[in-house]
């Protein structure tokens, strides 16, 4: 093992003073929740780019593209657990990504906004919801909410 300190990499652990969180509902297959988790994130670098990184490099000097700066927790709940959090999501106007069970029937970007869009915020039926924040206030988005196992 090399125990010799990188230039590059800090002694120091890093905390974030933000969370990101994903919550997906308890019943779905396994191939859902991977893809929900997925599309759910990609807004946040958009809409929130200083969830960032800087891009990869190998050895060999490889580029790969940036990732999120800090980790992504996954957690699961019941259907009623999601649309509370979805409902503190909104309360505490956090940057926030949907995604409800009509998108398991459309196909593409423009199909899953018209979906969305057709079905007031009160009658959405979420099954995935990721959320960015200060670390207290996703926690409390969450509360109720277990991790992901």
Not at 27 to 54: C, H, K, M, Y
């Amino acid at each position: 093992m090399n125990t010799e300190q990188r230039p590059d990499v800090p002694a120091e652990p890093i905390r974030f003073e933000t969370k990101i969180a994903v919550l997906l509902r308890e019943d779905l297959e396994p191939w859902q929740r991977l893809n929900v988790t997925a599309f759910l994130v990609s807004g946040l670098g958009r809409q929130v780019p200083e969830v960032i990184g800087d891009p990869y490099e190998d050895a060999d000097g490889v580029s790969y593209l940036p990732m999120f700066r800090q980790p992504v927790l996954i957690f699961e709940g019941t259907k009623e657990t999601l649309r509370t959090a979805h409902t503190r999501a909104l309360a505490r106007a956090l940057p926030r990504a949907v995604f409800t069970a009509g998108l398991f029937a459309t196909g593409n970007d423009r199909d899953n906004r018209a979906a969305v869009r057709a079905v007031a915020t009160a009658d959405l039926d979420p099954v995935g919801l990721a959320v960015y924040g200060p670390r207290n206030g996703v926690d409390k988005v969450l509360k109720g909410a277990r991790m992901h196992p």
